[in-house]
């Protein structure tokens, strides 16, 4: 049943325009936060392009999964391990760049630092940013 009080928060949320994506709603059990901080159209008709902000707690995995798309990123700060199926694993360092390609799994461990990135994602226009794998 819906409260009047309920009821009224999601209507201020509504107005306010708030919208919860994959990307924007995440599980406080979840080490990895991803900030959308500018959503474009484009490159092609039925993709967008998302230039995110990445914050994964220290001595953390995040679980395996896939993107719909291009993720390209620079490290900001920290260290992660980094598994691409089919690639060995490399260790990512603040200064250095990476490339997931679309559909191919990978997941990350993260050292004592965590890490923070700043990663662009060209993927399919409303899917999921990332799908378990």
Same mark, same amino acid.
């Given at each position: 049943?819906?409260?009047?009080?309920? &009821?009224?928060?999601?209507?201020?949320?509504?107005?306010?325009? &708030?919208?919860?994506?994959? #990307?924007? #709603?995440?599980?406080?059990?979840?080490?990895?936060? @991803?900030?959308?901080? =500018? @959503?474009? *159209?484009?490159? #092609? %008709?039925?993709?967008?392009?998302?230039?995110?902000?990445? /914050?994964?707690?220290?001595?953390?995995? +995040?679980?395996?999964?896939?993107? %719909?798309?291009? /993720?390209?990123?620079?490290? +900001? /700060?920290?260290?992660? !391990?980094?598994?691409? *199926?089919? =690639? %060995?694993?490399?260790?990512?360092?603040?200064? =250095?760049? &990476? !490339?997931? %390609?679309? @559909?191919?799994?990978?997941? =990350?461990?993260?050292? *004592?630092?965590?890490? @923070?990135? +700043?990663?662009?994602?060209?993927?399919?226009?409303?899917?999921?940013? #990332?799908?378990?794998?």
């Amino acid at each position: 049943m819906l409260t009047r009080r309920g &009821f009224t928060t999601c209507a201020l949320c509504a107005v306010a325009g &708030f919208a919860a994506t994959a #990307a924007e #709603a995440q599980s406080a059990a979840t080490p990895i936060k @991803r900030t959308i901080l =500018q @959503r474009t *159209d484009g490159p #092609a %008709p039925g993709y967008e392009t998302l230039v995110v902000s990445v /914050e994964i707690e220290p001595n953390a995995v +995040v679980a395996r999964h896939t993107h %719909p798309g291009v /993720e390209a990123g620079y490290v +900001v /700060e920290g260290e992660a !391990e980094l598994t691409i *199926d089919g =690639q %060995p694993t490399r260790t990512l360092n603040a200064g =250095q760049t &990476f !490339e997931m %390609p679309s @559909r191919v799994p990978h997941w =990350q461990k993260t050292g *004592d630092k965590g890490l @923070r990135a +700043v990663a662009v994602y060209v993927v399919e226009k409303g899917k999921p940013l #990332a799908s378990p794998a």
